[in-house]
T-cell receptor
Framework: GEDVEQSLFLSVREGDSSVINCTYT??????LYWYKQEPGAGLQLLTY?????DMKQDQRLTVLLNKKDKHLSLRIADTQTGDSAIYFC??????????FGKGTKLSVIP | EADIYQTPRYLVIGTGKKITLECSQT?????MYWYQQDPGMELHLIHY???????EKGDLSSESTVSRIRTEHFPLTLESARPSHTSQYLC????????????FGPGTRLTVL
């Protein structure tokens, strides 16, 4: 079946880079997304990548896609305390529904 | 910035009460969704709608019901709340121009005593 896997926790020091990883099983995915959820809030779309791209960069965020290994990563440069949140990867494959990973809780140590 | 509103933000009620969680969007999006988010963070799709008078159940079975009488409004109802319904409920919609972006509301945190 279709599934998305993420490691549950990540802890980094302020100023370091964070790398959040995600693996998915459905090779027909067309769009892959990264969402951020702060405590008590809904999900905020950070960025997305189309499946024919390998990389997308947007300010401090870099998304890498390895289609062969079905691996998606989000790199946050110069991580700040305000980046502490839960990060979800998600993918869409043709339908108008998203499949979400279980989320990675990023903790930034001052 | 997406404009999706959910009310109430927090709700604490007793078992057996009927409740309606409201979700509205002002962007004219035709596709709307309800997710249930458990304490372990995972999101589960419980209902979705692709337009007025169209509703479908999601991947996770839910005792809740939804309606879509107007494009902008997608309320979720629990006829008789139970402690097992305690969760965070998130509403979302997709842009009609580009289906790339699913926008989320702030969520309703429901506690049933």
């Amino acid at each position: 079946g279709e599934d998305v896997e993420q490691s549950l926790f990540l802890s980094v020091r302020e100023g370091d880079s964070s790398v959040i990883n995600c693996t998915y099983t459905d090779s027909s995915s067309t769009y892959l997304y990264w969402y951020k959820q702060e405590p008590g809030a809904g999900l905020q779309l950070l960025t997305y990548i189309f499946s024919n791209m390998d990389m997308k960069q947007d300010q401090r965020l870099t998304v890498l896609l390895n289609k062969k290994d079905k691996h998606l990563s989000l790199r946050i440069a110069d991580t700040q305390t305000g980046d502490s949140a839960i990060y979800f990867c998600a993918w869409r494959a043709g339908s108008y529904q998203l499949t979400f990973g279980k989320g990675t809780k990023l903790s930034v140590i001052p | 910035e997406a404009d999706i509103y959910q009310t109430p933000r927090y709700l604490v009620i007793g078992t057996g009460k009927k409740i309606t969680l409201e979700c509205s969007q002002t962007m004219g999006h035709d596709k709307m969704y309800w997710y249930q988010q458990d304490p372990g963070m995972e999101l589960h799709l419980i209902h979705y709608s692709y337009g007025v008078n169209s509703t479908e159940k999601g991947d996770l079975s839910s005792e809740s019901t939804v309606s879509r009488i107007r494009t902008e409004h997608f309320p979720l109802t629990l006829e008789s709340a139970r402690p097992s319904h305690t969760s965070q409920y998130l509403c979302a919609s997709i842009s009609g121009i580009s289906y790339n972006e699913q926008f989320f509301g702030p969520g309703t945190r429901l506690t049933v005593l």
